[in-house]
């Protein structure tokens, strides 16, 4: 299955090690990169992605304002919201998935995660995994 | 020859994103890839790399604490320290650690490979925030940042300090002995000199000494507005 990814991170290096896990996979397209919630929601609008990649601890405006904002502008599409963060904690995945988060996955376990996670958004499925805690897709 | 480059830092997507940034360039491999300080200082050893990066924040050993043990070891080692902040401390520190680069992860696309290739070239490689420091204590004092005067962590030996960061991370007496290899009774002894020097009574002080000279990092989370009619689930 197809999937269009955009990638906001406000570490170029992080966005480069999402790119080539994700980039493995065939038919994935990253699509594009941002480097903080303002430019995101602007490539959002631009490129219509399937996937947000989004960090929420960024610059200017942090993940779950852009992931809030995100929702609100996209309402009727099928667009879907995966937050990779190095915050590993419940309440944090809780804020993320009230802002409209479909997903949760720590940065730490990010190599193991994502990919997994990726594939169960793009199919309008929760996934959410603690580095600690069980993960789980449904 | 190519040039043999050992990467340490606990996040694997951030290595995925140094290894695709560093293979890039012809002439250099990453021979190695650590994911804590203690891991890294086996791999350093074992594979005797050109360069060493070392990010500050790792779990069980911090970076600093890698690049002191690293040059102790083996003072030809040259090491690059990663660092997700630039503050006047942090910068003593990995200077008096003895690291010959010191880049800022949010900067790292743009100046690792600058930094490799001044240590390849025997020259070293900072930030501009960090030469201005050095530049200012230069001018100070007529010489450069002093070793004298290391920041908050005089009277801490080296194993004092290790023992310090796994009690910070949250481990028992007995799973600090099992990382170090040594007896709990001599973890313990460690733990109460450790508290006798810095005058701590607890180990939620022994915390925030350790936050507060880089022994450990933490992420903060970000300051959340939340909109007035968003409701709990």
């Known amino acids: 299955m197809a999937v269009r990814i955009l990638l906001v991170d406000d570490h170029p290096i992080v966005r480069q090690g999402l790119r080539t896990l994700l980039e493995g996979r065939p038919g994935w397209e990253v699509v594009g990169e941002a480097s903080d919630g303002i430019e995101a929601l602007e490539k959002v609008e631009s490129l219509q992605p399937d996937v947000v990649v989004l960090d929420i601890t960024m610059p200017r405006m942090n993940g779950l304002e852009a992931c809030r904002l995100i929702q609100r502008k996209t309402k009727a599409s099928s667009l879907e919201v995966l937050v990779v963060t190095q915050h590993d904690s419940p309440q944090m995945m809780r804020e993320a998935l009230e802002a409209g988060a479909r ?12 990919l997994e996670a990726v594939e169960a958004v793009s199919q309008h499925r929760v996934f959410t995994a603690m580095a600690r805690g069980p993960q789980g897709s449904y | 020859m190519k040039l043999r480059i050992l990467l340490a830092d606990d996040h694997e997507i951030v290595r995925r994103g140094l290894c695709a940034l560093l293979q890039k360039h012809e002439g250099w491999e990453v021979c190695g890839e650590a994911s804590d300080g203690r891991q890294a200082i086996e791999m350093a050893k074992q594979l005797k790399p050109d360069v ?4 500050i924040g790792m779990p069980h050993l911090n970076g600093l604490d890698t690049t002191r043990q690293l040059l102790q070891y083996d003072p030809n080692f040259k090491v690059i320290v990663l660092t997700i902040t ?7 520190e990995a200077l008096d650690a003895g690291a010959r680069g010191f880049v800022l992860k949010s900067d790292a696309a743009r100046d690792l490979v600058s930094a490799v290739e001044a240590l390849q070239s025997k020259r070293m490689f900072f930030t501009p925030r960090v030469n201005d420091l050095v530049l200012a204590g230069f001018l100070e004092k007529g010489h ?18 290790e023992v310090t960061q796994l009690l910070a991370e949250g481990k028992s007496s007995k799973e600090v002995a099992t990382v170090l290899n040594l007896s709990t009774k001599t973890v313990e002894t ?3 000199n450790i508290m006798r020097k810095l005058s701590l009574h607890s180990i939620r002080d022994l915390v925030v000494y350790a936050i507060k000279n880089n022994i450990i990092q933490i992420q903060m989370p970000p300051q959340v507005q939340r909109p007035t009619e968003t409701t709990m689930a």
């Not at chain 1, 940065?107 to 193991?112: D, G, T």
């Not at chain 2, 630039?86 to 003593?92: E, G, K, L, P």
């Not at chain 2, 450069?144 to 300090?161: D, F, G, V, Y």
């Open chain 2, 86 to 92: 630039d503050s006047d401390q942090i910068i003593r």
């Open chain 2, 52 to 55: 060493v990066i070392v990010d």
């Open chain 2, 144 to 161: 450069a940042i002093s070793r004298n005067e290391p920041p908050n962590l005089p009277t801490l030996t080296a194993r004092e300090r």
């Open chain 2, 190 to 192: 460690h733990r109460s």
């Open chain 1, 103 to 114: 997903g949760y996955v720590v940065k730490s376990n990010a190599a193991r995660d994502l």
